[in-house]
Each structure stands twice: as structure tokens, then as C-alpha cells.
T-cell receptor, first 115, second 111 residues
Framework: IAGITQAPTSQILAAGRRMTLRCTQD?????MYWYRQDLGLGLRLIHY???????GKGEVPDGYSVSRANTDDFPLTLASAVPSQTSVYFC??????????????FGPGTRLTVL | GEDVEQSLFLSVREGDSSVINCTYT??????LYWYKQEPGAGLQLLTY?????DMKQDQRLTVLLNKKDKHLSLRIADTQTGDSAIYFC???????????FGKGTTLSVSS
């Protein structure tokens, strides 16, 4: 069982380009999340999805979009990347509402640099 | 709004105990979590405690919760160099909502 996989591992991107970060989980978790981690700011929620077909905005959603066509995949798209989106991006999932603890499990992260 | 505060750095010697502290503001938090992040890696769940518990012990890890003061601590007994990492405290209060993370405490263990 792989858990959560993210791709790519790292990426350097020119400003203005479109980029999709991929996230796949094989735990059949109903909830999925995207966070960004920046030095001195900790982890901040970008978007989340409680179940396939639904998404919601987190603390810092501007410039990002997500979709949840099925249970396993939760891609994050930057429509037109800007340097302030340089960060490490973590995808997470949880078995929200069924396991009780709503423990979130994290992927290994994608390091994105926008020049 | 919700806020989770942690001290930024802690330095200990190998074999000593480490205590990482965290305060939170949302009294309706249901679960409180400790995650560990090693350099270049994702977050690894260490342990969690339900808000109606005072203490939870798991091998070298002891979590203490003071709900009155909204204070959470993680004690690592017999700290090893492999424990060097960033430790994040997080609170969750409703299934299906995102966790609120502190900014992380960097633990440095010297031999």
C-alpha cells in the first residue's frame, strides 16, 4: 500500500505558466486536503474536499483550483503561476467521520519554485 | 479565530528528555495531534489525544493535555539524535475539516 503519492517531487516553473500538482491516495479516504508550507508560516490550508464531487476553500485559496472527480485523486492547479507560490505543497487525506479521530495522513510533498 | 502557538526551537542533549509545548485557542477542539517532519520529508503522525483525556503514553512519547489552560505538551524520553526534526502541534474540531497547525518546533539533539 503506497498511501499518498504526489507528483512531481519538485518543479521549477516560469511565472505565468500553468501547473498541476498531482495527488493520489489508495486508502479510500473520503476527505483530501492541500496545504502549503512556508518558512515561518507553518502549514496553511489551500483547498479541501470532504467527498468526491465536492470541494471547499481553505485559508489561502487565491490562485489555486482543485477538482475531485473520484475518491482517489485530488489535483491542485495553478492557472498562472507567480513567484509568491514558491513553496512546498503537501497533500493529505483522512477517513473523516468514520474512524473517529479524523487523523490526516500526508504525502511526501512537492517542492515548487516559480521564477 | 483559531490559533496554535509553539516555541520555535528546542535544543537538548542525547539521552535527556525533551518537552515541546503548544497552546491553542479553540476550546471546541476535539482532537489534538503531534506530527513530526524530518528534513525534506512529509509530515508523519506521531500521536494524538482526544480532548476528554489528560494524558496518553506511547512508548517514549507522553502527551499531556491541560484543557483548562488549553495547553498541550509532548515529552520524548531518552531523546536520540534521530529525534531531531520539526514537531507540529495541530488541533481538529470537526470531522472533515482541516487541521489548524502551529508553526512547528525545531528539535535539535546533540550527542
Amino acid at each position: 500500500i503506497a498511501g499518498i503519492t504526489q507528483a512531481p517531487t519538485s518543479q521549477i516553473l516560469a511565472a505565468g505558466r500553468r501547473m498541476t500538482l498531482r495527488c493520489t491516495q489508495d486508502m479510500r479516504h473520503n476527505a483530501m486536503y492541500w496545504y502549503r508550507q512556508d518558512l515561518g508560516l507553518g502549514l496553511r490550508l489551500i483547498h479541501y474536499s470532504n467527498t468526491a464531487g465536492t470541494t471547499g476553500k481553505g485559508e489561502v485559496p487565491d490562485g489555486y483550483s482543485v477538482s475531485r472527480a473520484n475518491t482517489d485523486d485530488f489535483p491542485l492547479t495553478l492557472a498562472s503561476a507567480v513567484p509568491s507560490q514558491t513553496s512546498v505543497y503537501f497533500c493529505a487525506s483522512s477517513d473523516a467521520g468514520t474512524s473517529g479521530s479524523d487523523t490526516q495522513y500526508f504525502g511526501p510533498g512537492t517542492r515548487l519554485t516559480v521564477l | 479565530g483559531e490559533d496554535v502557538e509553539q516555541s520555535l526551537f528546542l535544543s537538548v542533549r542525547e539521552g535527556d528528555s525533551s518537552v515541546i509545548n503548544c497552546t491553542y485557542t479553540d476550546s471546541s477542539s476535539t482532537y489534538l495531534y503531534w506530527y513530526k517532519q524530518e528534513p525534506g520529508a512529509g509530515l508523519q503522525l506521531l500521536t494524538y489525544i482526544f480532548s476528554n483525556m489528560d494524558m496518553k503514553q506511547d512508548q517514549r512519547l507522553t502527551v499531556l493535555l491541560n484543557k483548562k489552560d488549553k495547553h498541550l505538551s509532548l515529552r520524548i524520553a531518552d531523546t536520540q539524535t534521530g529525534d531531531s526534526a520539526i514537531y507540529f502541534c495541530a488541533e481538529g474540531y470537526q470531522a472533515g475539516t482541516a487541521l489548524i497547525f502551529g508553526k512547528g518546533t525545531t528539535l535539535s539533539v546533540s550527542s
